[in-house]
C-alpha cells in the first residue's frame, strides 16, 4: 500500500463528465490498495472568467480580494468532485486552505507556503476517506484567503505530498508526460518514462510547460517522486525521480527551445559600466540572460546578453538614458531571436557535446551568435527562423 | 452617526454595473455620517447555477458538499463589492464565515446561527472600513462550511445587526417595500411607511416574499429595527419597528392572499380518530391549516381543515390507509382554494371585523368555506376563482 497525493488540473475537471471519469480514476487507485490525497485546480476557464469580472471594476483590483475571488474557484471542483465520489458510494471529503491550516506569507497573488497541518489529512486517511483539497490557496496569519500564483495546484500538491511523506505525487494534466522537445517542433520527440530530478528542474526553468518551476523546486525539497500523466488516457507517464545513474543511455535528455528573445552587445570603457547596468536591469525586474564579455581593444570592452522580448522597449528606454547613454557605445539589438537548450546529467561529463553540437549546426550554415554552458544544460542562442532546424538537427544528433 | 447594516440581494448584486451601483450607495451612507456593515448574496442565478452542476452529478447530493459549493457564489460578491468600493477610493474588506467567526449547527442547508465574534467586525469600524460580510453561509464546530437556508442572508444580516447592536438593519432587495397587498392583485395596494414588527410577523408567515420569516424572528429577538428598501430606486422603504402605537390609522393594516390550498372535511365517531390523524400528518411533515370541529349528530364529530395542495396526494392516501380508512367517513376534498387573511394590530380591539368582512363578501356572493381568528389575524377560506374579487373588495372596504 502506498500513500499517494494525486493533483488534477483545470482541464482535467474542466466539465461535469470530467469531473466523473476524475472521480473513477481516484476511486481506481484507491481499489488498488493505495491510499490516495487528492488535490484539485478550478474548472478551466473559471479563473479567467473571474479575473476577468474583476478587470472590469478595476484595472489594478485589490490584491487581496482578487485572491478572494479567485479562491472561489477551486471551492467549486472541490466539493463537486467530492459529490462524484459520494454517488459511487466512496467516502470523500472537500478540504479548503484553512480546514487544514495551509499556512503561507502575505504575498496575495503569489503568496508561499510555510506550514500544513497534517492533523485533519491523517484522521480522513485512518478513516479511509479521500480528502479532495483546493489547490491554489492558502491562509496568511492573519486567516486572510491568499493564492499561490501560476501553477499554484501543482505548488499545493507537492506540499502536501511532502509534508505527509507520501510515496508519489502524481500531477495529472493535459499531457501524457514531458518528452525529449516539444512534440509540435520536433516529429522525432518521445516522451521519457524517467527524467532526473536536476534535469527536470532545468527543463521547467527553461520554461517548459508541463511542471512549473516552484513546483519541481518544492518537490526537491522533500526529495518526493513526482509523476507527470494525462488524466484523459492515464498510462505510466513520466517519472521524475532523484537517482542519478542508469537514467538515460544518452548523455542529453531533452531539449528546450524558447522564442522571443532579442540579442544585444554593446562596448564601454569603464568596466563598472557593466555592474550600474545590471543593477537598473534588476530595479526595473528585468532577468538578463547569456551575459557574456570579451576584450575589443586593450581599453574598450564589449558585452552581449539576452532579455525576453517584453522587455525590449525598457532595455532601450535604460541604454538611452543617463548615465549609460554618455557611456555606452555601439549598441546593436536584434529581434526573433532564440534559445535552445541541451539538457542530461551526462552533459557534465561529456564536454564534447556543445562542440559536435555546433559542428552539427554549422553543416546546416547555423552559426550561434552566444553560446553557454552550465553543470547539465548547454545553451545556444539562433535566431526564430533557424529554430525550427536546429532543435531537429540537435535532436536527431543527441536523441537518435 | 448610526451603525447601519445594509443587506443586498441577488438581483442588488447581479451585474458589473449592478455592483457599482452598490457601490455608490454603500458609500454614499458613510458618506452621510453613518458606520456601514454589509450583508451581500450571491449574484442572481449564480445559486441556481451551481445546485444544477450539483444535481448533474447527483441527484440528492451530499449536503456537506452542496454547502461547500453554494457558499462559493457569495465568495464571488463580496470580493467584487470590496474591490469596486476600493477602486472608488474607500477602505473595504470581504469576510467570510469563518472571518468572523458566524458559528452555526451542524445542519447543512438550513443550518442556525448560535454565534458570532464581533471582535472583527469592530475593528474594522474602528478603521473606518466597511465590512463586506458573505450572506447565507456559516461554520459548524467542526469548521465545516453550512448554509442557512432560504432566506439565509438577510438572517445573517438580522443577526449581524443584532451581534453589533446595529441602529437599523436596511434590506435592500428588488421591490421598495412592505404593500397593503400584493400590487399584481390589488390596483390600489399601497406601500406602508411603517409596518409593526408583530403584523410584519404574520404578514411573512402568510408567505409575503419581502422578508423570509426566519429573518423577522431574529430580528424580533434582538429588537433591531428593520427596513425594507429597493436598491434600484432606494427611497424610504417600509420601517419594521416595534411600536404598537400610532402605526396605522386603520385597524387594518394590510392583506395577505394564498392560492393552491386544498379544503378537506370528513366526518369520525371516535374523538381520538383526530388526534391520531394529525400525529399521522406530522410524521409526513405536512402542515395542517384553519383546523375546524363541529358536532354533526349526537354521536359524530365534523372535521374540516386546509392543507397545501403539494400535499394533497400523500393526505388522501393516509385517509384511504388503515386504521383511517375504517374510522374515517364522509371524506369531501375541494382543490383550488384560497386563503385571505386581514393583519393588523387593531383587529384584536375590532372584533367586528371578521363580520363585516364576510358582510361584504356575501355582497359579491362568497360566502367562504372556513374562517378563522387569531390575535392580530383573521383568515377567510375561498376558492381560488374567487380570490381576486374578495382581496380587492376587502382592500376598499379596510383600506381605503
Known amino acids: 500500500m502506498a500513500l499517494i497525493v494525486q493533483k488534477f488540473g483545470g482541464t482535467s475537471v474542466g466539465s461535469l463528465e470530467r ?26 476557464g473559471e479563473t479567467n472568467r473571474l479575473f476577468n469580472l474583476a478587470k472590469h471594476l478595476d484595472e489594478s483590483p485589490s490584491a487581496r480580494e482578487l485572491d478572494v475571488l479567485l479562491s472561489s474557484g477551486e471551492q467549486v471542483s472541490v466539493a463537486l468532485l467530492a459529490m462524484a465520489i459520494i454517488k459511487r458510494g466512496h467516502s470523500a471529503v472537500s478540504l479548503l486552505a484553512d480546514q487544514i491550516s495551509i499556512r503561507t506569507d502575505n504575498m496575495f497573488g503569489r503568496a508561499r507556503v510555510e506550514h500544513i497541518d497534517t492533523r485533519r489529512l491523517k ?54 508526460g514531458v518528452y525529449t522537445a516539444d512534440p509540435r517542433v520536433v516529429s522525432g520527440a518521445r516522451r521519457l518514462n524517467h527524467i532526473n530530478f536536476s534535469e527536470m528542474l532545468e527543463l521547467a526553468s527553461l520554461g517548459a510547460k508541463v511542471l512549473h518551476l516552484r513546483s519541481v523546486e518544492a518537490a526537491g525539497r522533500y526529495q518526493i517522486p513526482l509523476r507527470v500523466l494525462s488524466s484523459f488516457n492515464p498510462d505510466n507517464g513520466t517519472l521524475i525521480s532523484y537517482k542519478e545513474e542508469g537514467m538515460s543511455d544518452s548523455p542529453v535528455t531533452g531539449i528546450a527551445a524558447n522564442k522571443d528573445i532579442v540579442f544585444y552587445q554593446f562596448t564601454a570603457s569603464e568596466a563598472s559600466v557593466l555592474s550600474q547596468f545590471l543593477l537598473a536591469l534588476a530595479k526595473l525586474k528585468i532577468d538578463v540572460d547569456m551575459l557574456s564579455q570579451w576584450s575589443r581593444q586593450a581599453a574598450i570592452l564589449g ?7 517584453n522587455d525590449h522597449l525598457a532595455v ?20 526573433h531571436q532564440a534559445k535552445v537548450s541541451l539538457v ?10 556543445l562542440a559536435n553540437a555546433l559542428t552539427v549546426l554549422a553543416e546546416q550554415d547555423i552559426y550561434p551568435k552566444l553560446m553557454s554552458t552550465a553543470e547539465i544544460k548547454a545553451t545556444i542562442l539562433v535566431s526564430e527562423a533557424q529554430l525550427h532546424c536546429a532543435v531537429n538537427q540537435l535532436h536527431v544528433t543527441f536523441l537518435p
Do not use: W
Open 19 to 44: 469531473i466523473e471519469a476524475v472521480a473513477e480514476l481516484i476511486i481506481k487507485t484507491q481499489q488498488q490498495g493505495h491510499q490516495v490525497v487528492v488535490v484539485v485546480s478550478a474548472m478551466s
Open 123 to 176: 484522521q480522513e486517511l485512518e478513516h479511509n476517506r479521500i480528502a479532495i483539497i483546493a489547490g491554489f490557496q492558502g491562509r496568511d496569519s492573519e486567516g486572510n484567503i491568499t493564492t499561490l500564483g501560476r501553477g499554484g495546484t501543482d505548488t499545493t500538491a507537492v506540499e502536501i505530498a511532502g509534508v505527509l511523506q507520501a510515496d508519489e505525487c502524481q500531477i495529472y494534466t493535459d499531457v501524457d
Open 303 to 309: 558585452y552581449a546578453f539576452t532579455v525576453q522580448s
Open 316 to 335: 532601450l528606454a535604460l541604454l538611452q538614458s543617463e548615465p549609460f547613454a554618455h557611456k555606452i557605445n555601439d549598441v546593436v539589438f536584434e529581434l
Open 344 to 353: 542530461g546529467l551526462g552533459i557534465k561529463s561529456h564536454p564534447e557535446i
